[in-house]
């Protein structure tokens, strides 16, 4: 012990912050360049959006908007969403419910099958039905012969948007699940509540939050989506112009203030669903914490 007294382990002297923390120069540092990047590639592009849109006065604005083929575009893109919202959240439901409630062979390839839309180019899921559906296509001759057209028509949008969709609300709702756990819905099953009762009753209130999350995801993105409905659309003004689409042509024929004018109405809808996601997210983490 005596020796020991004698060589003292040299101490570290205390700098006042832990070895972990960054210096406040790093933070200072850190900090400015993720509120650089915001304001270059998210703020500035918002308000140059809408500068652009009221350039030449509100009443080119709201002329834009009485424009015919801005009225088709808007209906049609509202219609897509309305058809594949509901579809992609009854898919994300029975796809969240049996990868987190079953074991069975071949669940993990199911999960990779979900996210392959996330990436594979949206262009490629187009050219994809195109190649099933269009005239030279596997059922192209069929369908032309009994009178059902899908490319080129609102059925090819709606398939296409669907595809690249289709992962929002799954995957909103998996992790979720998946942390929440069985043991309420076994629960209810010895009280003697059958499938339906559990699931409307039990299930769906754990899992609204999250569910609500993936439905706006799946919503802004159906309402944005370009590539995959830029190919099977055929462009054709006043039938298969969405609203991207409609902003494109006008940009090309140099209408300017028309073309920003369109975008304003989707950066508005981006900016709502940025605040549900925000809310919703809250609300499902809240969630997560009483458990």
């Avoid at 012969?145 to 992962?167: E, N, Q, S, Y």
């Avoid at 799954?170 to 076994?186: D, N």
């Avoid at 090309?252 to 981006?270: G, I, P």
Wanted: contains cysteine; hydrophobic residues 55%.
């Amino acid at each position: 012990m005596a020796g020991a007294s004698q060589f003292p382990i040299p101490q570290r002297p205390d700098t006042g912050r832990r070895a972990t923390a960054e210096s406040p120069v790093a933070k200072v540092l850190l900090v400015g360049i993720t509120l650089v990047f915001f304001s270059l590639f998210l703020l500035l592009p918002l308000f140059v959006v809408f500068q652009e849109a009221f350039s030449k006065g509100l009443g080119v604005f709201l002329k834009t908007f009485r424009d015919p083929y801005a009225q088709d575009a808007i209906r049609l893109t509202l219609l897509v969403a309305a058809i594949t919202v509901p579809l992609n959240t009854v898919f994300g439901l029975a796809a969240a419910w049996s990868l987190t409630r079953f074991r069975f062979s071949g669940r993990s390839f199911l999960i990779t099958l979900i996210d392959l839309p996330l990436w594979v180019s949206p262009v490629i899921g187009g050219l994809i039905y195109i190649l099933v559906f269009g005239s030279k296509g596997w059922l192209g001759a069929w369908l032309s012969d009994h009178g059902i057209r899908i490319i080129f028509a609102v059925p090819g949008i709606v398939l296409a948007t669907v595809f690249v969709t289709f992962p929002f609300v799954a995957r909103g709702l998996i992790p979720l699940m998946q942390a929440q756990g069985i043991s309420e819905e076994e629960a209810a099953l010895t009280l003697g509540a059958n499938g339906w009762q559990i699931f409307w009753r039990v299930t769906v209130p754990k899992i609204k939050w999250g569910l609500l999350y993936g439905v706006i995801l799946c919503n802004a993105r159906a309402m944005g989506e370009f590539g995959a409905v830029s190919v099977v659309s055929g462009h054709i003004r006043g039938k298969t112009n969405t609203m991207p689409l409609h902003i494109e042509i006008l940009y090309n024929e140099y209408h300017f203030a028309a073309a920003f004018a369109v975008a304003s109405l989707l950066a508005l809808l981006a900016l709502v669903t940025l605040f549900l996601k925000t809310y919703s997210e809250w609300r499902a983490a809240e969630q997560l914490k009483q458990l």
